[in-house]
């Protein structure tokens, strides 16, 4: 729903002529088709004749182009300021900031990796204020299929790389990987992965360190690749990561939270909620 002109009143003082033609800006680039002025109006609860001055100021220094005499999107001016803003973020530093403010929420340990080629790497790690014992610490690298972020890399990964890695793993692997405390044979694994990339999560419920329950999500570019993985790591007893739950609601914002300052807004299409 889009706020009323008239309706808003700035906390602090500003200017409110500036404020409208950002309105306008922001309409035009989430419209699912160029809107026209009419629409425009409408939407904004402006006058026709005074969206129309905005208008042709935008026009006028490139924010905004006019396609078929009667409709508006942005103009060249828009995408250079997208582009300079795009050069800016800085998704490691974003995570890092997401999970200081997880661990401070939770009290649960979490962790940032990245992909190194073979398997996650963690380059950030918070203990709560009751570590657990775990043999992983920061700069440790992860078994791409005996990791919850793993996994996720491994579900979003080209597929002869993929298979790459998996042949390796069932070749030399002494025991098979588990889910819910179930082996995971070569032909399951697939599916499991398929559902992993649906769902943009893996947990791992005691299923490699004994009574320890661990949720991972991805974070991603703007383009749909992984460029983060955040996880949460607890204490079975006390650390409910079930889907729905308050451990698993904290982890999915915190990580949606990262794609969509990076993004801008929310990415449809790779099966996030």
């Not at 250079?80 to 401070?104: F, K, M, W």
């Not at 929420?105 to 979490?110: L, M, N, P």
């Not at 499991?192 to 299923?207: G, P, Q, W």
Request: hydrophobic share 35%; with cysteine.
């Amino acid at each position: 729903m889009v706020t009323s002109m008239a309706e808003e009143s700035p906390k602090r003082q500003g200017i409110g002529s500036l404020e409208i033609g950002l309105h306008i800006l922001n309409y035009i680039s989430t419209a699912p088709k160029p809107p026209t002025l009419k629409e425009l109006s409408g939407a904004l609860d402006l006058s026709p004749s005074r969206a129309h001055k905005y208008l042709v100021s935008l026009l006028r220094e490139g924010y905004i182009n006019q396609v078929n005499h009667t409709q508006y999107t942005l103009g060249n001016s828009s995408l250079t300021l997208g582009i300079s803003a795009l050069r800016r973020i800085n998704p490691i530093q974003l995570s890092y900031e997401a999970v200081d403010r997880l661990n401070e929420e939770t009290d649960k340990t979490v962790s940032v990796t990245v992909w190194n080629g073979n398997g996650p790497l963690i380059i950030k790690w918070l203990d709560s204020s009751q570590p657990i014992s775990v043999n992983v610490r920061l700069g440790a690298e992860l078994s791409p299929l005996n990791s919850a972020s793993g996994r996720i890399y491994l579900a979003h990964l080209p597929a002869k790389r993929r298979k790459e890695l998996v042949d390796q793993y069932y070749k030399n692997a002494k025991s098979l990987p588990k889910h819910r405390g179930k082996p995971i044979t070569r032909e399951e694994l697939q599916p499991h992965l398929e559902t992993i990339k649906r769902d943009n999560y893996c947990a791992f419920f005691s299923d490699y360190l004994p009574e320890i329950n661990v949720l991972s999500r991805p974070v991603f570019d703007i383009n749909g690749s992984i460029v983060t993985v955040i996880t949460l790591l607890g204490l079975d007893r006390d650390t409910d990561i079930s889907e729905g739950s308050f451990l698993f609601e904290q982890v999915r914002e915190c990580s949606d939270r990262v794609t969509r300052q990076i993004c801008g807004q929310q990415r449809e299409g790779n099966g996030r909620d």
